[in-house]
């Protein structure tokens, strides 16, 4: 354990980022059609990309940490999510937020929606890099060790997914539930050392507005 998080002995249990995920699973997912769905994956490239460069900031911050080190290697240099369909070939390996990214490309948004979600990434993305080293290099465990599993899992009451852009969407969804959920050998349990507290809240909270902000259907 880093000297840092000796003395970290809290849970994440009680604290107000755990409330903003709270939030963000009782969105109303169920409702959103093939075009919400589609401005929804649009935009979660754009946390995808924040993610990744979170595991960057973690590994310079701790670069010693065999951890962090295989967690990096899992999110942004594997072939964990290869091979599907106009988007990874066989073995091929790629960061996630590429795989993403490819998504979107096949999404083909109108312009002026693919202009809107690029906006509200952009927003994103500068709201979260203001955030230090180690608050965001905390809010890996929070993401990695069960809140992005219930968020996906929220994403996915969505009903409509008969499209090829959103399946590959979904099957990125499920791979990383299956990817964070073993509780040995997950990607959560590679960062949990990583105590979170509230110090995080903004990025949780930026990441609600980003996803409310592609499709306001959800706040309805």
């Not at 973690?58 to 999110?75: K, N, S, V, W």
């Not at 690029?118 to 060790?145: H, I, N, P």
């Not at 960062?191 to 706040?219: E, K, S, Y």
């Amino acid at each position: 354990m880093h000297p840092s998080m000796e003395t970290t002995v809290t849970t994440a249990a009680g604290y107000a980022f755990e409330r903003v995920i709270d939030g963000i699973c009782d969105l109303d997912w169920a409702s959103l059609g093939q075009n919400e769905l589609k401005a929804v994956a649009a935009a979660y490239y754009f946390f995808s990309k924040q993610f990744c460069e979170t595991v960057d900031i973690a590994c310079a911050l701790y670069p010693t940490d065999e951890q962090l080190i295989e967690l990096r290697a899992g999110e942004c240099d594997t072939d964990n999510l290869s091979p599907y369909p106009g988007v990874a070939e066989p073995g091929e390996r790629m960061s996630h937020d590429e795989f993403m990214r490819r998504v979107v490309k096949m999404a083909g948004l109108p312009v002026a929606e693919a202009e809107r979600v690029q906006k509200l990434g952009a927003d994103y993305l500068a709201r979260a890099r203001v955030e230090t080293a180690t608050t965001r290099t905390l809010s890996l465990a929070s993401y990695e060790d069960g809140g992005l599993e219930r968020v996906f899992r929220a994403v996915l009451r969505a009903q409509d997914w008969n499209e090829p852009s959103l399946a590959a969407f979904r099957h990125f969804l499920v791979g990383h539930i299956n990817l964070d959920s073993d509780p040995d050998a997950g990607h959560g349990a590679l960062c949990r050392h990583l105590v979170p507290n509230d110090t995080i809240l903004p990025l949780w909270q930026a990441f609600r507005d980003l996803l409310v902000g592609a499709a306001p259907r959800l706040a309805q």
